[in-house]
């Protein structure tokens, strides 16, 4: 019984240290402690536990029964079974007290291994937030030069418009002069026509005349 609890309490004891050190055992021990905890072992653990309890609240009221008894009526036998159950008692106390030490640091370890993750969740949303900001201001920039872009196309457009009623009026300007014109080379056409018969006849005039003289003068 004793060896055995000396094994059990080095083995604690060892468990403690390697969860005290971050090495690659303890990872191992971690997973294993993981895996212990899942399931049905916490309720075989427990019972484990309770009864190493029970055991060694009854060691120590027989530790209690024979420290009442008279000094007179110890014999060897009853010293030597005080002392083995003293070292029992205090072997299985110990290592309840382990015990509760190698849990209470696997729980801690988890417990900071997940606040590190929140942690660097909490780190990766700041920098997509900071991003996200970012971004927001390229955003905006590109929002103003888009506005700035419009204004300059509905510029652009009321000028094309006003270019295009300039065009429409040459065109219409052009329009009328290219009637104007035709109108004036239909006058011209007309005057030449005119002026032609006005000399055909001054011609008919001038030979009706000269025949009349050459008449008179046989």
Not at 26 to 46: Q, S, Y
């Amino acid at each position: 019984m004793i060896q055995l609890l000396f094994m059990v309490v080095m083995a604690e004891m060892a468990g403690i240290l390697i969860l005290l050190f971050k090495t690659p055992l303890r990872k191992l021990l971690i997973m294993t402690l993981d895996h212990v905890k899942r399931g049905k072992a916490p309720i075989v653990v427990k019972s484990v536990a309770s009864t190493v309890f029970v055991i060694m609240m009854y060691t120590i009221y027989t530790i209690r029964d024979i420290q009442s008894r008279p000094i007179d009526a110890l014999n060897p036998t009853d010293h030597v079974l005080l002392a083995n159950h003293m070292l029992e008692a205090s072997l299985m106390g110990f290592s309840l007290f382990l015990s509760l030490m190698i849990d209470r640091l696997h729980h801690y370890i988890r417990e900071l291994r997940l606040l590190r993750k929140t942690m660097e969740a909490a780190k990766k949303q700041n920098r997509g937030f900071e991003d996200g900001k970012n971004g927001g201001d390229e955003v905006k920039a590109r929002s103003e030069e888009i506005s700035r872009m419009e204004a300059k196309i509905s510029k652009l457009e009321s000028e094309c418009e006003t270019k295009e009623k300039e065009v429409k009026a040459a065109e219409a300007n052009s329009v009328a002069l290219k009637n104007q014109s035709e109108g004036f080379l239909l006058e011209y056409d007309r005057l030449l026509e005119e002026n032609q018969n006005l000399r055909n006849q001054l011609q008919s005039i001038d030979l009706s005349l000269s025949h009349s003289d050459s008449k008179k003068n046989t």
